[in-house]
């Protein structure tokens, strides 16, 4: 268990060290095993740097450096946890900050406000153009054979077929 605070007592929670921890989790995870990541801090927002975001703001996790090393946006928490996930790892994230509704970038989320329940769908969250880019992955692999990762990577379509097969 890795645990970072800012109480003089443990390891700081600095950019670089949530991100190792992440790394850590992740590398350390096996099917069948149920992981807990809680933040509680500073989270905020800062401009959409990739066209990625309907509302054209990036939801971020704020440590102690970031005024020297920045924040940790949304799209970094899909890239470093999320993504490189093993299948069959069960991962709960309790992220206490502000703008968290949708800072693991998924299709669906749980508000904790005494009047939901269930997890809900984003509406923000564009599941038909996921599909459509699957189908589009999908048809170019089973008729191209080998030649399909160079293809898919030559149409700029990886980081949203990569995305689509973690969350769907």
């Not at 054209?56 to 999320?82: C, N, S, W």
């Not at 309790?94 to 984003?122: K, W």
Request: with cysteine.
């Amino acid at each position: 268990m890795i645990t970072l605070m800012d109480d003089g007592v443990h390891d700081n929670p600095t950019y670089d060290r949530i991100l190792q921890a992440f790394q850590w989790v992740v590398n350390e995870s096996q099917a069948g095993d149920t992981v807990w990541i809680h933040y509680s801090g500073h989270g905020g927002r800062v401009e959409d740097d990739n066209g990625d975001e309907d509302d054209g703001y990036d939801e971020t996790l704020i440590p102690v450096d970031f005024q020297r090393k920045g924040q940790i946006r949304d799209d970094d928490l899909l890239r470093y946890l999320v993504k490189p996930m093993r299948e069959g790892v069960l991962m709960t994230c309790l992220m206490d900050c502000c703008h968290s509704g949708t800072v693991l970038d998924l299709p669906y989320r749980f508000i904790a406000d005494g009047d939901h329940y269930q997890m809900e769908r984003n509406d923000d969250f564009d599941m038909d153009h996921l599909i459509e880019v699957a189908k589009i992955a999908a048809t170019v692999a089973a008729s191209l054979g080998g030649m399909a990762q160079s293809v898919i990577q030559s149409s700029g379509l990886v980081e949203e077929i990569d995305e689509c097969c973690v969350i769907l």
